[in-house]
């Protein structure tokens, strides 16, 4: 999901003057020094070690659902910009109104923002939010400021456990409807983004269903990963971020990634390699 806001604006072009020479070689020589540090910028960022340094805030939560153990637990209640986590509550909200509209499936595994508007403006917009929420009971969960702008719904690490657990509580038709968009998630995302980043990558050795998140224009640049991971759905694992704005959305995926490496040595292994 991308800011809309932020997207550069046409101008029409006018017809200039010829610079004099010597404001020429001014311009030339701003130009090769403008070249080397976006160069020298251009190389920190495809250095691996700059990926740790991207993600200004993150929050991380890890529950075993067999054991009933919290394994990773960090600002777990502090508040993020949802971006397309969102719309598992869109999810759950459109399946009180039709239990196999197809269109609720594609939002979920492409990431299908288009599909998402609709669903948002159809069913309350905003009211969906509160809705959710105070069925889900759900703490740090509030609706966007902006009636259309549901990708700046703000929710926790913490809230987003609770709406897998509240998921995984449903009756078996909605809850494996649900759960098969998230075990179905395709690399490429309806906007072209990678969707293989955090879960999908770190812990790509486990089974897993997926939703994930990204953002990038004014407020920040987020980008989260949750699901469950592991036989029979053991784990929930959230993993939310937001650097500043301006931020490489790359990078921040690329942070994400590496913070989710390190739970990789909290789960239990796989019984047998998943095939996927």
Not at 11 to 29: E, Y
Not at 133 to 150: F, S
Not at 187 to 198: E, L, T
Request: with cysteine; charged share 25%; proline share 5%.
């Amino acid at each position: 999901m991308f800011d809309d806001r932020t997207q550069p604006l046409n101008h029409p072009r006018r017809q200039r003057r010829p610079l004099p020479r010597k404001v020429l070689w001014l311009v030339v020589g701003g130009c090769a020094v403008l070249v080397a540090a976006l160069t020298l910028s251009a190389a920190k960022s495809s250095d691996p070690s700059a990926a740790a340094d991207t993600a200004g805030r993150t929050a991380t939560m890890v529950v075993d659902r067999e054991t009933g153990a919290t394994l990773v637990e960090s600002d777990s209640e502090e508040q993020f910009r949802s971006a397309s986590l969102v719309k598992l509550l869109i999810a759950v909200d459109a399946l009180t109104r039709s239990k196999w509209d197809p269109q609720v499936s594609r939002m979920l595994s492409l990431s299908d923002d288009k599909i998402a508007s609709t669903l948002w403006s159809q069913n309350g917009a905003q009211t969906i939010v509160t809705r959710t929420a105070k069925t889900m009971g759900l703490k740090h969960t509030e609706p966007p400021a902006v009636a259309g702008r549901w990708g700046d719904t703000l929710l926790s690490a913490a809230d987003v456990v609770t709406t897998y657990e509240y998921i995984l509580a449903l009756p078996q038709a909605k809850r494996d409807f649900l759960l098969k968009a998230l075990r179905a998630v395709p690399r490429v995302a309806a906007d072209g983004m990678d969707q293989y980043f955090g879960i999908p990558r770190a812990l790509d050795a486990w089974p897993w269903a997926v939703k994930q998140g990204w953002a990038s224009g004014q407020g920040g640049t987020e980008a989260h990963t949750s699901g469950l991971v592991g036989e029979k759905d053991r784990y929930i694992v959230v993993v939310l971020s937001n650097s500043s704005q301006g931020a490489d959305l790359g990078v921040a995926m690329k942070a994400v990634t590496s913070k989710t490496e390190e739970i990789a040595r909290l789960l239990e292994a796989p019984s047998k390699p998943k095939k996927r």
